[in-house]
């Protein structure tokens, strides 16, 4: 069984540009949820969606968006990216049952210069 | 706000012997935790997890203690290994949800 996908793997962004990341789950999974990792924030919640439905989104500015496809692909969308978004984007998929854990992609490391 | 934390930003191990990693939550809602390892440029892995309804749970070399009064939960390795060498995160959660808040997690050296 294939794990989670994220697409690409790295990118290099201008200050200013908006970026837009992939993340395919384990089949048959249909909550995804995304998560930034930086050094001085640690691991940090962005949003879920199940189903097509965003059903949490953590603290992050509105610049941060997302969205899922009825194949329950997803994709964020960073806009006007900042020298600080500069992270680990990780991508987890799960069945979205209780008691179930998420799996992770290797995530997407994205530089803003 | 930390609602979750592992104090001990690191631990080293010799091989072989127990290694125990230590995670506090303040949110009594809480009710799921989870266990997950990380080597740099990865994703985390998922280890172990426990319910709110027990207090331990076993899988093969990893338990997972939880002490609800305490707001306090431990992993435990044994025998610790050198492959075990990463950062460990400790996890908490509502069930049914994966909003997942993490600690800051532990980097755990396993000494050959």
């Known amino acids: 069984k294939a794990g989670v996908t994220q697409t ?89 049952g209780d008691g179930t854990e998420a799996f992770f992609g290797q995530g997407t490391r994205l530089t803003v210069v | 706000d930390q609602q979750v934390k592992q104090n001990s930003p690191s631990l080293s191990v010799q091989e072989g012997r127990i290694s125990i990693l230590n995670c506090d939550y303040t949110n009594s809602m809480f009710d799921y935790f989870l266990w997950y390892k990380k080597y740099p440029a990865e994703g985390p892995t998922f280890l172990i997890s426990i319910s709110s309804i027990k207090d331990k749970n076993e899988d093969g070399r990893f338990t997972v203690f939880l002490n609800k009064s305490a707001k306090h939960l431990s992993l435990h390795i044994v025998p610790s290994q050198p492959g075990d060498s990463a950062v460990y995160f400790c996890a908490a959660t509502l069930s049914g949800t994966y909003k997942y808040i993490f600690g800051t997690g532990t980097r755990l050296k396993v000494l050959a």
């Open chain 1, 8 to 96: 690409p793997r790295y990118l290099i962004k201008t200050r200013g540009q908006q970026v837009t990341l992939s993340c395919s789950p384990i089949s048959g999974h249909r909550s995804v949820s995304w998560y930034q990792q930086t050094p001085g924030q640690g691991l940090q919640f962005l949003f879920e969606y199940f189903s097509e439905t965003q059903r949490n989104k953590g603290n992050f500015p509105g610049r941060f968006s997302g969205r899922q496809f009825s194949n329950s692909r997803s994709e964020m969308n960073v806009s006007t990216l900042e020298l600080g978004d500069s992270a680990l984007y990780l991508c987890a998929s799960s069945s979205g």
